[in-house]
Structure formats: C-alpha cells, structure tokens
C-alpha cells in the first residue's frame, strides 16, 4: 500500500510539474529554435504549428508617428537544421506600401542575428541584419551580411503578410543546446512614403542595426 501511495505521489508531482511547465510564461528575451526543416513557400506548414511564437509588438515610442494600436505587428517562429536557421513571420499590417526609398521605411521584417553571442557593441563577422519586405524583396547589412545567406518566400493575406526566411549559419554551431544573440523588428509604413512605426521584440531602442550588446537570446532547442 506505501508503495502504491508512493508512487501516485511520484506520477501526481510529474504531472503537476509537466502541465506548469506548458502553462509558464515565456522568458523576456529569450526565444527558442524547434529543430526541422521547413519548405521556404510563405505557407505555415505543420511542422511550425508545434513551435512557440514570439510577439514583436512594442513601439519604438520616439519615431512613432501614428496612433500605436494602427501600427503593424507581427508573431515569430523559429526552426533550425545542421545548415539554416528558419524564421517564420505572420505580420498584421492594415496598409501594405512600399513607395519609401529606403529599404528599411518600407512595410518589412528584419531579423539582428549575433550567431557568437559576443555582444558586440559593433557588428562583427558573425553579425547580421536580415530584411524582406512584404513583397519578398531582400535587403541587409552588418559586417557578415551577405545575401547570399538569405532565402525568403512572402504572401499578403486579408490581414498583412506571411514572410519564410532561412538563414544560413556560417558562424555558429548548429546543433542542441548553441545560444545567439537575436532581435526580431517589424517596419511600417503606413501611407506617407516613409516609416511611421517601428514595432520590436525585446531591447526597444533603434540601434540594433549597430549594437548587438542588447539582443535577445536565442537557444536551440
């Protein structure tokens, strides 16, 4: 009987501990990478509706220029295999534009990647900023950007857009358990030609296209 008393306890604590660590609230400044490979198509295949999403929701309060509940927002998700990591973007955005001149005042996602985790107050080799806007157009910088590293698929649906993109790892160590800086950042430009909003995941200041001291944390899983 003790041993049976016991050992309801034992699966009693488990569950209780299973079911707090499904309900817990995720960690500011912290996102996690599913391991998997998904098809670059803008579609949200199966295989990231088990990955968690990050809101990039919070207002660069100084350059925002229109009422903040107007201003695009977005939901990350994140995959990575042996060569890429993978970043699925689903962006509210009432007005699509892309008459800026700028790449970065246009309608767009960007996604700050420190692949090290140095925290750089510059950007280094292993440090890029990755740009596709909601016509799939590919724009970056950094020291280790190269284009070449980026694929991206978009889509506009009766909401905003989808952006896919797959980055390739050139510096990082691709496997269980490897830690990188990241911010996600979401531009908008609602109908001035310019950037009326900036919306960001974590260090809500615009200077992550220069410093990645004050990135996010990104564990692969």
Request: net charge negative.
């Amino acid at each position: 009987m003790i041993r049976f008393l016991s050992a309801c306890l034992i699966i009693s604590l488990a569950t209780t501990a299973w079911s707090q660590n499904l309900t817990a609230k995720p960690q500011k400044g912290v996102a996690f990478a599913k391991k998997g490979t998904p098809n670059i198509d803008a579609k949200i295949d199966g295989i990231w509706k088990t990955c968690p999403k990050f809101l990039v929701n919070q207002p660069i309060a100084e350059l925002l220029e229109i009422d903040s509940k107007e201003m695009a927002t977005a939901t990350v998700r994140l995959l990575w295999d042996d060569r890429y990591l993978y970043a699925l973007w689903v962006v509210k955005d009432s007005k699509l534009s892309a008459d800026a001149g700028d790449d970065w005042a246009q309608d767009s996602v960007e996604l700050f990647l420190d692949q090290l985790q140095d925290k750089s107050t510059s950007y280094d080799t292993d440090d890029a900023q990755y740009r596709v806007n909601y016509e799939g157009i590919i724009s970056g910088q950094g020291t280790g950007y190269d284009e070449a590293d980026i694929k991206a698929a978009t889509a506009k649906n009766k909401k905003g857009y989808v952006v896919e993109m797959a980055i390739r790892a050139h510096a990082a160590d691709m496997k269980a358990g490897t830690i990188m800086g990241i911010e996600f950042q979401v531009n908008d430009e609602h109908d001035r030609a310019q950037r009326d909003a900036i919306a960001k995941w974590f260090h809500l200041k615009d200077d992550s296209w220069q410093d990645t001291s004050t990135f996010g944390t990104l564990k692969l899983k």
